[in-house]
């Protein structure tokens, strides 16, 4: 079946440095990508998305880029900050019983940012 | 506009015991999710509804029942609490769109303990 995978963490940054999260995904069909946040205590939020190959989802100077070829959908962003720490979860959407979609997560990367 | 709310946001049940978890939404969506979060695991979905009235199984439903009678409320039914049921449950809604471009709005999350 469809799945995400994602990097592990604890990802530690100082603050203003750049950051990567990994995500690596398998579908048989053309998934739409996500990347939610949750921050301490909160439900997930959307960061961003991508519904098709070439696709850049942006929001908050983060970035990731669906790439068909290579399966992934990468988070950055140029410099973090403090307000940034948070887990980052990874997700696509694939067609779920013919009447909705679901969402298939990846496990999460906890981003810890340092003044 | 409160988005999607949860009551409780804690609760401690002993084993054989039996709680409902409210989650509402004022959006006006169609589809309402209930998923767990577990650590480790990300995101699993429980069950889930496209509409008043309906509801349909997801990738764990076993020990849990829902029901939606009304388009806004989507309710989550344990009869007889285990302690594997211990986790951190997330409601969820979206509009309808098609090819999985909808965008999933959650709730803060209700904190479970079954001793």
């Known amino acids: 079946g469809d799945s995400v995978t994602q990097m592990e963490g604890p990802v530690t940054l100082s603050e203003e440095a750049f950051l990567t999260i990994n995500c690596t995904y398998t579908a048989t069909g053309y998934p739409s990508l996500f990347w939610y946040v949750q921050y301490p205590g909160e439900g997930l939020q959307l960061l961003l998305k991508?519904?098709?190959?070439?696709d850049k989802g942006s929001n908050k100077g983060f970035e990731a880029t669906y790439r068909k070829e290579t399966t992934s959908f990468h988070l950055e962003k140029g410099s973090v900050q403090v307000s940034d720490s948070a887990v980052y979860f990874c997700a696509l959407s694939e067609s779920y019983g013919g009447a909705t979609n679901k969402l298939i997560f990846g496990t999460g990367t906890l981003l810890a940012v340092q003044p | 506009n409160a988005g999607v709310t949860q009551t409780p946001k804690f609760r401690v049940l002993k084993t054989g015991q039996s709680m409902t978890l409210l989650c509402a939404q004022d959006?006006?969506?169609?589809?309402m999710y209930w998923y767990r979060q577990d650590p480790g695991m990300g995101l699993r979905l429980i069950h889930y509804s496209v509409g008043e009235g309906t509801t349909a199984k997801g990738e764990v439903p076993d020990g849990y029942n829902v029901s939606r009678l009304k388009k806004q409320n989507f309710l989550l039914g344990l009869e007889s609490a285990a302690p594997s049921q211990t986790s951190v449950y997330f409601c969820?809604?979206?509009?309808?769109?098609?090819?999985?471009?909808?965008?999933?709005?959650f709730g803060p999350g209700t904190r479970l303990l079954v001793l």
């Open positions: 969820a809604s979206s509009y309808r769109l098609a090819g999985g471009r909808e965008t999933q709005y």
């Open positions: 959006m006006n969506h169609e589809y």
């Open positions: 991508a519904t098709k190959a070439d």
